[in-house]
């Protein structure tokens, strides 16, 4: 029998997108015939995850599982290439139960979510083997762990913004609300100090150069770049914002008035920051026609 190495395994996956075990089998059967190991790989799983892995997934769900107490939560992101693909009732449910998997188990990155026990194999498993009933590209993209310092509230608007958020004090109904502004204001941190500097000074260098070409003075132009910056702070920051249902008050203020604070959030959007391919469906037929 000829010997199975791992980089033929990894070649095989790489190829057809199965499991590694999978592609470890399937040499096996075919005595290290990659060739055939491929052919018996499509014959179970089909051809479409091969050719599904590598289109882009820019559509997607977040799911979100909180324990019973509050005191422990998850959410993932996970995307698809049609929005079509993220109403699936099979892939919602995939996108449901990842989320209460890797609550449960608290992986520390990707790679680890993919070896996770779920069904009767792996996340992995679960994840090729929707591909292969749908025919479109599944991804894991991100997730987020909390243990809470006080208590976890959520909110998933239409499965394409989610937000997990750790209240400190305060009741149910005022971490919903705070989990609902993040959601509608999408703040980039929970104060300033959690703003990333790059988007600060870019911020300082675009008010600059307008002020510039305002042609406005000299010395006014370091006064005019700060004020600026600090409007741009309270715009993206959680605690600056006037709060969505109320907005003669910040964020800040309503916590303040509950005796609560906010100890973290996360925010997903989903596909945020991918580039999705835009088809012009009449130059591809223009281009068929000339071959």
Known sequence: MAEITASMVKELRDRTDAPMMDCKKALAEAN?????????????FGNKASKAASRVAAEGSVGVSIAADGKSGAMVEVNCETDFCAKNAEFQAFVTRLAEVIAMAKPTDITAVANLSMGDGTVEDARTQLIGKIGENITLR????????????????????????DVVGGDDALAKDIAMHIAAAKPKALDASGVDAALIEAERRVAMEKAK??????????????????????????LSQPFVKDDKMTVEQLLKSNNSRVASFTLFVVGEGIEKVVTDFAAEVAAAAKV
């Open 213 to 238: 070409e305002a042609g406005k003075p000299e010395a006014m132009l370091e006064k005019i770049a700060e004020g600026s910056v600090q409007k741009f702070l309270k715009e993206v920051t959680l």
């Open 32 to 44: 290290g015939d990659l060739a055939r190991a491929e052919e018996i790989l499509r014959v179970r």
């Open 142 to 165: 991100r997730f987020v762990v909390t243990e809470a310092k006080g208590k976890l509230a959520s909110y998933v608007h239409g499965g394409k913004i989610g937000v997990l958020v």
